[in-house]
């Protein structure tokens, strides 16, 4: 049986749409959850809101853990080797599972897990300046990067979506960006 993934992947448990809590009588203790990212960053911070809610809706904890490393491989194998009983889940996004599998680092994809739940859907990117930058807009960053290239510092976790990202705008808008590891 697959591992099931929550956007969290987690250890096989299935809830139909019309199962309540006390009929499946899960969960009976705390629950872990592994991040495959440090802590802090926006996976990070909301696998910790879904904890939140999990706890006031079940009653039960989940404990949040961040295991770092290789893409989130190293999290995936530990969630898939986990025991098939709910309670060990990862809470990722597909960008972890994309960029490990693109890159080499592993065999397993999307479809090596099972979704248990899909808690938030984000379809933005954010990109932060200092003040002291005066980059404003997308705009002003491109020209900045256009007039000096590689001066502009992209913060990011490197090998991450993220960095991903920062790759797809250097390609899209023809610039250079400095790739600074902030992860």
Known sequence: MKKMYCFALAAALVVTATSTMAEVNWPT?????????????????NARIMAKYFQKLTGKTMVVSNVNGANGTIAMSQVKAAAPNG???????????????????TKDNFESFDV?????????????SSQQSGIKTVQELISKAKAAPGSIIYGTEMGGYSHLQGLILEKKTDIKLKFVDSG
């Open 29 to 45: 203790k705390p629950v872990q959850v592994i991040v495959p990212a440090g802590a802090g960053g926006d996976t990070d911070f």
């Open 87 to 105: 309670y060990m889940m990862m809470f990722a996004h597909t960008g972890h599972l994309i960029v490990a599998e693109v890159s080499g680092l």
């Open 116 to 128: 248990a739940c899909i808690p938030a859907v984000d379809k933005s990117v954010t990109l932060v």
